[in-house]
């Protein structure tokens, strides 16, 4: 297989792409190449900044060794009045590298090459995009990105939702806000626009409304994330209970989520149950937690800081901390580090 890198300029929000596209196969090697191609999804690209996905606009060249064929395809309807020219060129490219080859076909598009290659597989294969881009950059480049995609599509809600995303990031809370509600608006089945949204909630002030956004953003997903979340924004809501509840949930459902047993532990003590609230942060410990600045951080435990049984996990937690840093490359805490790639999250002062 050869490959190569390609550079776009995105069609709806302009942002500049690049994206390693595959150049060249063996179709009869790399059958799931060949799959992927005949169903329209190989050299798919999804831009970063705005998700509009289409495929890159180069040729791919199969070489079909069994048949004696070799097959030029360009992914594009092409215009009718360049369609020979294009068809010529790649045509004489191809005939001049044929090699042993004996036929050299051009196709335009996958029904074209589905009719040159009737055998080639096309069903089966669950869809899946050959390239994702899960860096969508800076939240001031997105946002200049996504206000020009929104003049050529200004109904689009998934536009919309990374817009509210990227205002959010700059913790733009009003016109995030703004943006948000009118994402929903045009799509209600937007999570991702629900999720931010109580976010901005709970960021800005209204931990009631942003616990009710996400435990709609729990029925939708069954995410142990935004059920902790809920739990936070609860706690700070001053529902106990249901704080109580939604930690202990989402603690159980991934125990590697730190920060649950941490909050967990915050709500006991406010219920006045420390025996409880050291369990849980000793269930922290257990499952991972090795950075003592996220108890530390949080003031809500001043009131037991000079207590043995505090200081004595804090010291283990130290000592734990410790015997991790001879050995790099362990991350601290895993719940962390997977967290920040869901999308939208709360500000990190929030919830540390
Ligand atoms: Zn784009």
Not at 177 to 205: F, I
Not at 301 to 317: C, D, G, Y
Request: proline fraction near 8%.
């Amino acid at each position: 297989m050869a490959d190569r890198q390609h550079y776009l300029q995105c069609p709806i929000c302009d942002e500049m792409v690049s994206a390693t596209v595959v150049a060249a196969f063996d179709g009869e090697a790399e059958a799931r190449l060949l799959a992927s191609l005949v169903q329209g999804r190989l050299n798919r690209i999804v831009c970063p900044v705005c998700g509009h996905t289409g495929l890159a606009p180069e040729p791919v060249i199969v070489r079909m060794p069994s048949l004696g064929t070799i097959i030029g395809f360009m992914p594009v309807e092409v215009p009718r009045n360049r369609k020979a020219h294009l068809a010529a060129r790649l045509q004489r490219q191809l005939e001049q590298s044929v090699g042993p080859l004996r036929t050299v076909k051009v196709c335009f598009g996958s029904a074209q090459l589905r009719r040159e290659l009737p055998q080639a597989p096309w069903k089966g294969n669950p869809p899946e995009f050959q390239h994702r881009f899960d860096s969508p950059g800076a939240p001031r480049y997105r946002r200049i990105a996504l206000n020009r995609a929104l003049r050529k599509r200004p109904d689009d809600p998934v536009l919309l939702t990374r817009l509210g995303i990227a205002l959010y990031d700059l913790a733009l809370f009003r016109e995030a806000r703004k943006t948000l509600e009118e994402a929903l608006a045009r799509g209600p089945d937007q999570v991702d626009a629900l999720y931010c949204l109580a976010s901005v909630n709970l960021d800005d002030g209204n931990p009631a409304e942003a616990q009710r956004l996400y435990d709609r953003v729990v029925s939708a997903t069954h995410d142990p994330v935004p059920r902790f979340l809920a739990g936070v924004a609860a706690y700070r809501a001053g529902q106990l209970h249901a704080a109580l509840e939604r930690l202990r949930q989402a603690a159980g459902e991934q125990p590697d989520l730190l920060e649950a047993h941490v909050w967990l532990a915050i709500v006991q003590l406010a219920l006045d149950d420390k025996e409880s609230a050291f369990a849980s942060l000793r269930h922290a410990v257990e499952n991972g937690l090795r950075d003592p600045h996220l108890i530390l951080s949080h003031p809500e435990f001043q009131p037991v800081r000079s207590e043995n049984a505090f200081k004595t996990l804090v010291a283990l937690i130290e000592r734990l901390h410790d015997r991790n840093a001879a050995k790099p490359g362990r991350p601290d805490h895993p719940a962390h580090h997977r967290r920040t790639r869901r999308g939208p999250r709360p500000a990190r002062s929030r919830t540390h």
